[in-house]
Structure formats: structure tokens, C-alpha cells
């Protein structure tokens, strides 16, 4: 990789941000609320936008109303597998009453685009549409088909009327060695220094249920052994239990990139902790309380209690009470054994069952595609630093097991990104066109970068 970008017909940046934020605005105007969903509509403005420019492209619909955009830009003479653009169309719900303006208005408000959706992840969607319109009118070649996929359904988290659907039904579609995707790309700056963090894997999930169990009885007569005094005791021995800390490759990689900005002894601190590696030891790394507790749940297995269920009447001490708990769990680790292991840190006064899970997945950090990532950021942010990590949530990587997906797209300012950490599906969500610019350009230059011609 690593050929210089080759254009024929260099984008006018300063058009491309108007350009793009009209696309994120339109996009913003269609309601996708998941549920119900409905995002053939938003699919179908993304087809009708590439089509009108020669690009070839269809609205795949899983279900009525549940469209998935597809394109593709085919090159001349592949000599290798194609790389996907990808992202999802659908939304959260909105509380309209706590928003300042109207969540599907798209206004642009001094410098920012509003509505649900400006961050996650319509803003990525304008950005990789309107980056393939670059590409397409720029006249290059490439050695690779560039598709785009904006699927429906990923919220709800599991695919059905979209990655997940389209891998079983549609995976003609999909064939390609490397994604780009959300959950990823965010700024920060340790000691002063730049890094952005790729999505390099993803945890799995194991949702887990505790059951207490014991004599029932009369509400007026106290009993010294019951079902909420063996759930009472259960919950505290999980709040005070600390799991190993487990580091992964890409956290190991993460680590490895960051040493040299943990001062002059930091190789030799990154190794001590990979020798052997303490939740302590890691959180005297000099972070910021919200990247170290980032860091806390990429490198631990998690059971987190959620919902508890239990009794009906005031006057009967129930027999059973239970407690969920949300689960996620790190690549390699399965399911069933961190059941187990919840169980022994739980003891035997209460039984923890596997309700459902499913592993985790990493990419490699070391790939020519990771490779090309850190060029580009490299050359839009002269200075900065790419480190790979472990996001703690899940997103439809976890539908595509064939391919490698890196979730990067980056915002230009460390600070912005901490707003739209606190946006994302709350009140109020909004994405700076400067940021959209600036992700718009990495997706154009990344392309022409790694499929260019040589
Ligand atoms: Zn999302």
C-alpha cells in the first residue's frame, strides 16, 4: 500500500462540506425510529443520489419499509476483493419535549446539524455517500469494488431486517475483506499528544440470570433465611468481586502505541503491564477518568445487574427472587464460562444461569488496511497516532464474521468528541459540519490510499 493519492480531479473541500451536509440534513428528515424502523425511504434517497451520478446501486428490503441500501463501484480490473463502506440508517426514539429543536428537522444551527442521528451514525452515512460521489467523479481507477451498505435495524441489536438478514440472504452483496464502520475514530490526547482510536474488536455478550431461592412464608412472621436476603448477598459479593483484568491484541496493540507518550519510562511500564497485567497497574496510566473507564471494561469480563424481579403481595415473602445481568464479555472468552466463573464469585446460595451470549470478535491490528487507517490520519493530522482498541458495545460487525471491520470515524476535535459521547441517543444530538468535513475527506483519502491504482 502506501502508493501516493492519485486523483484526476482533486474535490473542492470547501463545496464537499456543503455537499455533505446537505445529505446528512436529508437524511435526518426521514424518521427511522427503530421501531418501527422504516428506512426504505432514507435507502432510497442514498440509491437515488448514486444512481443519478452512474453509480450502481438498489434498495434491498429485508421486510415492507425495512430497505438496505447497496452500491457499488465497480473498478475496470479488480485484482483484489472489494472493501465496504458501511453504517445503518435507523435511529433511536426521541423524547421530543426534552429536544431544544426538532429532532428530524436537520436544522443547521451555527456551525452544527441537528436531529436524531447526527452522531449515530447518519453523519457517518452523508460522509462515506458523499465520499464515494468523490471517488466515482474524481475519473480514477481502483484495484478494488467499492461497495456501501447502509443497512436498517441495527439498534435493536440484532440485525433481523438488516446485517443480519442481508448475511443470510444477500451475503452476494457483501463480499468484502475490509469494512469501515462506526464505533471508533474519537480523538484523545495523552500527555499532549494525539492519538484517535480505531475499533479494532468488539466484545460479545452474555446475558445472565441469578436465581435465589428459599422457604416462603407470612410477611408477619420474620424468617431468617429467604430469597432476597441470598440475592441481597449475592449482589454485594458481585459489586465487591474484581475479575482478572484480561488484555487482548488489540488492547496490547492499543498499549504498544500509546507507550511513548507515558513519558520516558513508558515502554518499559507498557511491558512490565503486558508481563503481567493488574487492573492497578493499568489504571495509573495517565488517562482521563472517561478513556480509563473505557479502558476498565475493554479489559475485563463484565456482569453489570440491571433488572430485579421478585414478589407480588406485600404480606408473602417470596421463594424466588432474580436478578439480570448484562453481561459482555472479551474476544476468546466463552460464554458459558464466564457464567461459570460469575457462579463461583457468586457462590452456591444462588444459582446463575445463561439466559443467551455470543463471543466477541477482533480484527487484526496489524492488517495493511489498519496500516492505511494510520497513513491517512497521519497525513490529514500531521503528528497524531492511530492506536487500535476494544470497543466495550456491539454494532453489526458482529453480523459479518467474514469480514474485517474496523470501526473509524474520526471527529477533527477532542473536545467535540466528548460532546457527542454525551449525545449519542440523548437530547439534543447534533454533529459540527467541520467534523463532517473532516470524516468525509478520510474516507475519500483513506479509498484512494489503500485501492487506488498503483
Ligand atoms: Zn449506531
Redo the contacts with the bound molecule.
Keep these: 500500500m502506501g502508493h501516493p493519492a492519485t486523483a484526476v480531479v482533486l474535490p473542492d473541500w470547501s463545496a464537499v462540506r456543503d455537499e455533505a451536509t446537505r445529505h446528512l440534513q436529508a437524511l435526518i428528515r426521514f424518521d427511522t425510529t427503530n421501531p418501527p424502523g422504516n428506512e426504505t425511504p432514507a435507502a432510497a434517497y442514498i440509491v437515488e443520489t448514486l444512481r443519478a451520478e452512474g453509480i450502481t446501486a438498489e434498495v434491498v428490503e429485508s421486510a415492507p419499509g425495512r430497505g438496505n441500501a447497496v452500491a457499488r463501484l465497480q473498478s475496470a480490473n479488480p485484482t483484489a476483493p472489494p472493501i465496504l463502506l458501511m453504517?445503518?440508517t435507523?435511529?433511536v426514539s426521541v423524547e421530543r419535549d426534552k429536544w431544544t429543536r426538532d429532532p428530524f428537522g436537520g436544522d443547521l444551527v451555527e456551525g452544527f446539524v441537528w436531529g436524531r442521528g447526527a452522531v449515530?451514525?447518519k453523519s457517518q452515512v452523508a460522509a462515506e455517500l458523499t465520499a464515494l460521489l468523490l471517488l466515482k467523479r474524481s475519473g480514477q481507477d481502483f484495484e478494488r469494488d467499492i461497495t456501501l451498505v447502509a443497512f436498517a435495524d441495527?439498534?435493536t441489536g440484532g440485525g433481523d431486517h438488516g446485517a443480519a438478514w442481508m448475511w443470510a440472504h444477500r451475503r452476494d452483496l457483501l463480499d468484502a475483506e475490509y469494512a469501515i464502520n462506526?464505533?471508533g475514530g474519537e480523538p484523545i490526547e495523552v500527555n499532549g499528544r494525539r492519538f484517535y482510536l480505531c475499533q479494532a474488536g468488539e466484545k460479545g455478550n452474555a446475558h445472565l440470570r441469578v436465581t435465589a431461592r428459599a422457604a416462603p412464608g407470612h410477611a408477619s412472621i420474620p424468617l431468617d433465611d429467604t430469597a432476597m436476603l441470598r440475592l441481597g448477598r449475592a449482589l454485594v459479593r458481585l459489586h465487591e468481586w474484581q475479575p482478572p483484568a484480561v488484555v487482548t491484541p488489540p488492547m496490547r496493540a492499543l498499549l504498544a502505541t500509546l507507550a511513548p507518550a507515558f513519558g520516558p519510562e513508558g515502554e518499559a511500564t507498557v511491558a512490565a503491564i503486558l508481563a503481567n497485567p493488574t487492573w492497578d497497574a493499568l489504571a495509573a496510566l495517565p488517562f482521563d477518568a472517561d478513556v480509563r473507564a473505557g479502558l476498565r471494561a475493554s479489559v475485563h469480563n463484565t456482569a453489570v445487574p440491571t433488572i430485579v424481579h421478585g414478589g407480588h403481595r406485600l404480606n408473602v415473602i417470596p421463594s424466588e427472587v432474580t436478578l439480570e445481568l448484562d453481561g459482555r464479555i472479551l474476544p476468546g472468552q466463552d460464554p458459558d464460562d464466564w457464567r461459570a466463573e460469575v457462579q463461583a464469585a457468586l457462590g452456591d446460595d444462588v444459582e446463575v444461569t445463561l439466559v443467551s451470549g455470543g463471543p466477541g470478535l477482533a480484527a487484526d491490528p496489524a492488517s495493511p488496511f489498519f496500516d492505511a487507517i494510520a497513513a491517512t490520519i497521519a497525513d490529514l493530522d500531521p503528528g497524531a497516532a492511530v492506536a487500535p482498541y476494544l470497543v466495550s458495545g456491539g454494532?453489526?460487525a458482529a453480523h459479518l464474521p467474514g469480514i474485517k471491520v474496523y470501526g473509524f470515524f474520526p471527529p477533527a476535535s477532542p473536545a467535540r468528541n466528548a460532546l457527542y459521547t454525551g449525545l449519542?441517543h440523548g437530547h439534543d444530538e447534533r454533529y459540527a459540519v467541520e467534523d463532517l468535513l473532516f470524516g468525509t475527506r478520510f474516507v475519500y483519502e483513506l479509498v484512494t490510499r489503500f485501492c487506488g491504482e498503483r
Design positions: 453504517g445503518h435507523d435511529v449515530d451514525m441495527e439498534e462506526e464505533g454494532t453489526d449519542m
